[in-house]
C-alpha cells in the first residue's frame, strides 16, 4: 500500500481482515464502489482490481459455447504452424461484438488448450509475439491451436 507522501505503509492484520469480510460479503456490483472508497481514502491495495474484474469475468463462463466461438474466430482463416494467429485488436473487436470480454476470453481458452501462451517477467500472457511474414513486423496475436 502507499501512503499520500509515496512513503510505502503495511495494513495491520486486524485491518486487512476487515477489508477481506468486506470483499467477501460484497454483491459482484458492488466491488468497484468498494474499491472506489478504499481509493478515495488513500488505500491502494494492490491486485484488488484484478480480482474484481475476475470475479466478474468468471461469471461470463456460462457465455461462451467454446466450440462455437473457436469455429466462428477460425472461419476462413488460414493456419501458420498448426495454429490460427489473431491480431489482439481483431480479437477484441470479435469478443465486443459476442458481449464477451477479451481479456477473459483468452483466459478461457488457455484453460481449455486452446490456446498458446508466451511469458513475460514470469508472467503467463495469454498472447504472442508473431512476425508477419510479409511485413516482417512483430506483432501480438492470440494463436489458437489447432485440433483438426
Given at each position: 500500500?502507499?501512503?499520500?507522501?509515496?512513503?510505502?505503509?503495511?495494513?495491520?492484520?486486524?485491518?486487512?481482515?476487515?477489508?477481506?469480510?468486506?470483499?467477501?460479503?460484497?454483491?459482484?456490483?458492488?466491488?468497484?464502489?468498494?474499491?472506489?472508497?478504499?481509493?478515495?481514502?488513500?488505500?491502494?491495495?494492490?491486485?484488488?482490481?484484478?480480482?474484481?474484474?475476475?470475479?466478474?469475468?468468471?461469471?461470463?463462463?456460462?457465455?461462451?459455447?467454446?466450440?462455437?466461438?473457436?469455429?466462428?474466430?477460425?472461419?476462413?482463416?488460414?493456419?501458420?504452424?498448426?495454429?490460427?494467429?489473431?491480431?489482439?485488436?481483431?480479437?477484441n473487436q470479435f469478443?465486443?461484438?459476442?458481449?464477451?470480454?477479451?481479456?477473459?476470453?483468452?483466459?478461457h481458452l488457455f484453460?481449455?488448450?486452446?490456446?498458446?501462451?508466451?511469458?513475460?517477467?514470469?508472467?503467463?500472457?495469454?498472447?504472442?509475439?508473431?512476425?508477419?511474414?510479409?511485413?516482417?513486423?512483430?506483432?501480438?496475436?492470440?494463436?489458437?491451436?489447432?485440433?483438426?
Amino acid at each position: 500500500m502507499e501512503g499520500q507522501n509515496g512513503s510505502t505503509d503495511t495494513l495491520d492484520i486486524k485491518t486487512a481482515i476487515q477489508i477481506a469480510k468486506i470483499l467477501a460479503a460484497a454483491p459482484d456490483e458492488r466491488i468497484p464502489m468498494i474499491l472506489d472508497v478504499f481509493s478515495k481514502a488513500e488505500v491502494d491495495i494492490d491486485g484488488l482490481d484484478e480480482l474484481a474484474e475476475w470475479r466478474a469475468l468468471n461469471k461470463q463462463t456460462a457465455l461462451i459455447d467454446t466450440d462455437a466461438f473457436v469455429k466462428e474466430l477460425t472461419k476462413g482463416r488460414e493456419r501458420t504452424d498448426g495454429e490460427y494467429r489473431i491480431k489482439v485488436p481483431e480479437f477484441n473487436q470479435f469478443c465486443n461484438a459476442k458481449g464477451v470480454s477479451a481479456r477473459y476470453a483468452r483466459k478461457h481458452l488457455f484453460d481449455s488448450g486452446l490456446l498458446r501462451s508466451s511469458t513475460d517477467n514470469g508472467k503467463t500472457n495469454y498472447t504472442c509475439p508473431v512476425q508477419d511474414t510479409e511485413s516482417k513486423k512483430t506483432e501480438r496475436c492470440v494463436c489458437i491451436i489447432a485440433n483438426n
